[in-house]
């Protein structure tokens, strides 16, 4: 579990300084555009590309760390016996629903294997490929997250019966 912890964080650096370089080209970008007036003409594909390796690497990380926005608003309503394997369920309803999604990109990927972008002529494949490959890797979280839940459980049901 650690080394798959450990990779998730090296993902998720990777997007570090991929959200550095582009910060660092937007600058270059808005000094070119007000200085000179000549603005880079390929930073917006050059961002959406980004964007899609930023969020795709660092989304199991994320997930890992419980970096997540959750709202405990039904908190105290759901803290019921009867409702006590709710957040394993749906732990494993989201891994079902990120695996679905890295399969549908995948199989969108493979169908427009040959497309590029416009002005930079980067082919499309790479980052969708990184869409598929950070939402499988989020899918085996939420997988885990659904076990390890399933077995505090089941530790906490030995311990009261004691």
């Not at 908190?75 to 957040?87: A, G, N, Q």
């Given at each position: 579990m650690q080394l798959f912890g450990r990779f998730l964080r090296l993902l998720a650096l990777a997007a570090g300084a991929v959200l550095l370089l582009l910060t660092l080209v937007t600058v270059v970008d808005v000094v070119l555009r007000y200085v000179f007036n000549a603005p880079l003409a390929s930073v917006w594909e050059f961002t959406e590309f980004s964007m899609t390796v930023i969020v795709f690497l660092g989304i199991a990380y994320c997930g890992w760390t419980g970096g997540h926005i959750s709202i405990d608003?039904?908190?105290?309503?759901?803290?019921?016996?009867?409702?006590?394997?709710?957040?394993a369920l749906i732990a494993f309803i989201s891994g079902l629903l990120f695996a679905l999604i890295a399969y549908r990109v995948t199989l969108e990927t493979i169908a427009t294997i040959t497309q590029v972008s416009n002005t930079l002529r980067w082919p499309h494949y790479p980052f969708r490929f990184t869409t598929a490959f950070g939402s499988a890797l989020l899918a085996v979280v939420f997988m885990i997250q659904g076990v390890m839940s399933l077995q505090r459980r089941s530790v906490r049901e030995r311990s009261d019966a004691a």
């Open positions: 608003l039904l908190e105290k309503w759901l803290d019921r016996p009867s409702l006590r394997y709710l957040p």
